[in-house]
């Protein structure tokens, strides 16, 4: 079975996006869904014109579209929702109990939740983010005691993308440092990252799956080969037991998974 999905939105879209691929995940067992992305339907002509596509749409494939929406213009919502699709407000489930539990009605304002509504905390952003990628792979070791957490790990074993997640999503400062030749000949870490020890976080990968992601990067190369895989993650994981840190497995973890788990941790 095939299905077309819109997530659609007066805004950026991502809330719409999220809380819907959330639910789709749940039946892509036995539906393959084709998605569409239609940020800033902001308005009326916009919103006509999207639902003239969902008409055409429904004749072409005969079955309705189905609709993610955080829409909170009611005329663009009923233009949209007047269409021939499955028309799912994402806001209606929560608003409502949320309003009567405060005493206070909803704003009805536009992109609040990823909108740019305050210049201070969107420097702060801006620098939590920066921060990740000058600290990335040990580049600037200097700035490690700034850092909330630091990753260590195998070359690609997930440290870069996952700091740069938390980064984003959580306001975290996040460093990383990968284990080379050198740190595993000396059996120790660089005195930098014993003196912030108690924000490392280890993380590890299997060799087999490692192997296949560096061999996309360096075909044929000894740093893609099996055995260096083998003996990297061997050599890290004895460093990581002796140093008592906490470690993590992203062989079969999604980056979000990941980050999740390291919020717990710290």
């Known amino acids: 079975m095939r299905r077309t999905v819109f997530f659609v939105s007066e805004s950026t879209g991502i809330t719409a996006e999220t809380l819907g691929q959330s639910l789709l995940s749940q039946f892509a067992h036995s539906v393959e869904f084709k998605t569409v992305y239609m940020p800033f339907i902001n308005t009326m002509e916009r919103a006509r014109e999207l639902a003239e596509r969902l008409k055409q749409l429904n004749e072409l494939e005969g079955v309705r579209p189905i609709v993610f929406a955080t829409m909170p213009?009611?005329?663009?919502?009923?233009?949209?929702?007047?269409?021939?699709?499955?028309?799912?407000e994402l806001?209606?489930?929560?608003?409502?109990?949320?309003?009567?539990?405060?005493?206070v009605g909803p704003s009805g304002k536009r992109g609040l939740t990823h909108g740019f509504s305050n210049g201070d905390s969107y420097e702060h952003r801006m620098n939590i983010i920066n921060f990740a990628m000058t600290n990335d792979?040990?580049?600037?070791?200097?700035?490690?005691?700034?850092?909330?957490?630091?990753l260590i790990g195998?070359?690609?074993s997930g440290k870069t993308p996952?700091?740069?997640?938390?980064?984003?999503?959580?306001?975290?400062k996040a460093a990383n440092y990968p284990l080379t030749e050198e740190d595993f000949e000396r059996g120790r870490l660089p005195q930098v990252l014993m003196n912030n020890r108690d924000k490392l976080i280890a993380l590890t990968i299997d060799p087999l799956r490692l192997h296949r992601i560096r061999e996309e990067r360096r075909p044929g190369s000894r740093y893609a080969s099996l055995n260096s895989c083998r003996r990297e993650v061997q050599e890290a994981e004895e460093m990581f037991r002796r140093l008592g840190l906490k470690v993590l497995d992203t062989t079969s973890h999604s980056i979000e998974e990941i980050s999740s788990l390291i919020m717990k941790a710290i």
């Open 73 to 88: 213009e009611e005329d663009i919502r009923a233009v949209l929702s007047s269409s021939p699709c499955l028309y799912i």
């Open 91 to 103: 806001f209606d489930t929560f608003i409502g109990p949320l309003a009567k539990e405060l005493g």
């Open 137 to 150: 792979d040990g580049a600037r070791l200097d700035k490690f005691d700034q850092a909330d957490v630091i």
């Open 154 to 156: 195998v070359s690609r």
């Open 162 to 172: 996952t700091c740069l997640y938390l980064a984003i999503h959580f306001d975290i």
